[in-house]
C-alpha cells in the first residue's frame, strides 16, 4: 500500500515525485523515491531544462538526465519529461544572442527535436511549453514570445509531435487551477495550437499552492473540466503547499486537508491522469529558497521522516 498504489487502485496513471541529480547521492532519500509504492511516477526538477540540455549552441549534453530516466527504468516509474520551452533556466548564447526570427525558430525547432529524439520511448508526457502566461493572462514577455509572437507555441508542439508522435504533449502553468484569466488564457492556447492543426494532448496543473488559500475541490474539478472540455486531459504536475515556517499545527490540519482536496479533485475527474508532488521531502524542497519565510510543503519533513497526518490524508483521498 502507499500514495502511487492508492491512485492506480483508483484508476489513475500514477502518483509520483520530482528529483534532481544532487539529491541522488543521499541513499535514504533515493530509497524512499524508489519505493514504487508510493511513487510510480518521476520528473527531473532541473535536469531537462534547455540551460542543462544545450548550454552551447547545438551542443547537447544529456548525462543528468539520463541518469533520472535509467534510475525510474530501473524502478519501474513512469517519466513526466520537463521541459522544452520555458522563460527561465536558458543559456546566455540564448538570451543575449539577438537572434532574429527565422533563426530563433530554426534553434528553437533544433532544440526540441534533439532532446525529444534522445528521449524517445521513455517519456510519459513531455512538457512542451512552460509558464507562456503573465499573472493577469497576457503573453508574458520571453526572448520567445518578443521574437516570434504567440505562434512559437505551435511550432513547438509541432516539433515536439514529429520527434516522437507517441509521447503526449503537454502545456504546463502555475495559477491555472482555478476559474479566472490566466486559465482562460490557457484554454485558449489549447484551441491557438488545435487552430493550427497541431497535436496538443494535456493541460499541467502546477498546483503551488499556500495553506488555507488552496482552491476548493470542486473550484479545482470545474476547472480540470474546462480544460477536458477541449479535448485535452490534465495532470496536477507540480504540487506543493506551503506555510510560514515553522509550521504550527493548525497550519498542518489545514494543510492535510488542502493536500486531500486535491488529490479529491483529480480522483473525481476520470481525465485527470496522475499527480506529482515537486520533491517529496522538505530536505530539497525549492520552496524555502524562493519564498523566504516559507516551506513545510511537502508530506515528508528535513529528516526524511513521513508527516503521518498529510500522508495519511492524501491515502485516503485517493
Ligand atoms: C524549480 C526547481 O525546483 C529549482 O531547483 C530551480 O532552482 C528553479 O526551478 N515551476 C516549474 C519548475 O515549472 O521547473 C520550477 O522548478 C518550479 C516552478
Redesign the pocket.
Known amino acids: 500500500d502507499g500514495l502511487n498504489a492508492r491512485a492506480v487502485a483508483a484508476g489513475k496513471l500514477y502518483f509520483g515525485s520530482?528529483t534532481?541529480n544532487g539529491e541522488l547521492s543521499d541513499s535514504a532519500y533515493v530509497a524512499g523515491l524508489s519505493n514504487w509504492a508510493d511513487f510510480g511516477q518521476l520528473t527531473p526538477?532541473?535536469a531537462l531544462?534547455w540551460d542543462s540540455i544545450e548550454p552551447s549552441r547545438d551542443s547537447f549534453s544529456y548525462a543528468n538526465g539520463d541518469t533520472i530516466v535509467d534510475l525510474a527504468a530501473k524502478n519501474g516509474q513512469k517519466l513526466r519529461c520537463?521541459?522544452l520551452v520555458?522563460h527561465?533556466?536558458l543559456p546566455s548564447w540564448l538570451t543575449s544572442g539577438g537572434f532574429d526570427n527565422a533563426t530563433l525558430i530554426t534553434i528553437l525547432k533544433n532544440h526540441i527535436t534533439n532532446e525529444v529524439t534522445h528521449y524517445k520511448g521513455k517519456c510519459l508526457h513531455w512538457?512542451v511549453v512552460?509558464?507562456a502566461f503573465e499573472e493577469d493572462g497576457t503573453w508574458r514577455s520571453s526572448v520567445f514570445y518578443n521574437t516570434i509572437g504567440p505562434s512559437f507555441v505551435p511550432i513547438a508542439f509541432a516539433a515536439a509531435a514529429a520527434a516522437d508522435p507517441d509521447v503526449k504533449l503537454y502545456y504546463?502553468?502555475?495559477n491555472i487551477e482555478n476559474a479566472g484569466g490566466k486559465s482562460t488564457s490557457t484554454q485558449n492556447l489549447v484551441k491557438l495550437v488545435k487552430q493550427y492543426g497541431v497535436k496538443i494532448d494535456g493541460v499541467g496543473l502546477?498546483s503551488?499552492f499556500i495553506v488555507g488559500s488552496t482552491p476548493s475541490q470542486s473550484a479545482q474539478q470545474s476547472n480540470m473540466q474546462a480544460f477536458i472540455d477541449l479535448g485535452v486531459e490534465v495532470a496536477v504536475?507540480?504540487l506543493d503547499i506551503r506555510t510560514d515556517t515553522p509550521a504550527t499545527s493548525s497550519a498542518v490540519n489545514q494543510q492535510a486537508k488542502d493536500y486531500a482536496s486535491t488529490i479529491a479533485a483529480c480522483k473525481a475527474v476520470a481525465k485527470c491522469v496522475g499527480v506529482t508532488i515537486?520533491?517529496y521531502t522538505d530536505k530539497y524542497?525549492?520552496i524555502p529558497?524562493?519564498f523566504s519565510g516559507q516551506g513545510s510543503a511537502l508530506p515528508w519533513d528535513e529528516n526524511l521522516k513521513k508527516k503521518d497526518s498529510i500522508y495519511n490524508a492524501i491515502l485516503s483521498a485517493w
Open positions: 520530482a534532481d526538477g532541473n531544462k520537463h521541459t520555458w527561465n533556466q512538457d512552460n509558464e504546463n502553468d502555475y502546477q503551488h504536475t507540480e515537486w520533491d524542497s525549492w529558497s524562493v
